[in-house]
């Protein structure tokens, strides 16, 4: 996997996970609106769909190849470990932040309790993908930002986004937009959220 790196001396390290046919350098800017002083690792998806670079495979639109999510979010958790010994960052203060594909990927390494990815910053997330069963996630503390008219998202796989998090324990916040783009106003409630969970 390609990643980039900026050490800034902070306790808290962002992983910046792309959308579809993103980069490792393409949400440095959220980074930077959310936290200019927290570090940040861009890391790049290994799986080319018709030339676009995405975290995992599908078969279609929202129907994914889900022994390719637990083969390919497994490998991408063990890469963040080597990544936080060669760099020396706390897993325990990684904040994900993902947009789309990215954020999906994120769900996946949150659910992971093997790791200890405990805080996610979700743009526009979708996961449709069945769950264990005994899931604890009284740790782990998210904030989601969702479109109500998301060509790509439906309100109803928002909802159960929402539903995974808040049915197991997890602290979940929200905003809702227009559409499936990033926007100002919920870049500025992420990072009050950050502001507020992990001061």
Known sequence: ???????NSSDYTFILLHGTGGSERDLIPIAQHLNSDYNYIGIQGDVIEQGMRRYFK?????????????????KLAEYVVKLSEEYDFDIDKTVLVGFSNGANIAIHLLLN????????????PMYPVPL???????????????????????VSESEHVKAIFEDHGASFEEIWVRSHQIEMSELKAASEWIKNTLA
Do not use: C, W
């Open 1 to 7: 996997m390609e990643h980039i790196y900026q050490n």
């Open 58 to 74: 599908r078969h279609s639109e929202g129907n994914y190849d889900i022994e390719d999510l637990h083969m390919r979010g497994q």
């Open 113 to 124: 309790q093997a790791f200890n990815f405990n805080y996610g910053v979700l743009l526009h």
């Open 132 to 154: 264990e069963d005994n899931l604890d996630l009284s740790n782990t503390k998210v904030f989601a930002s969702m479109g109500k008219m998301d060509p790509i998202v439906p």
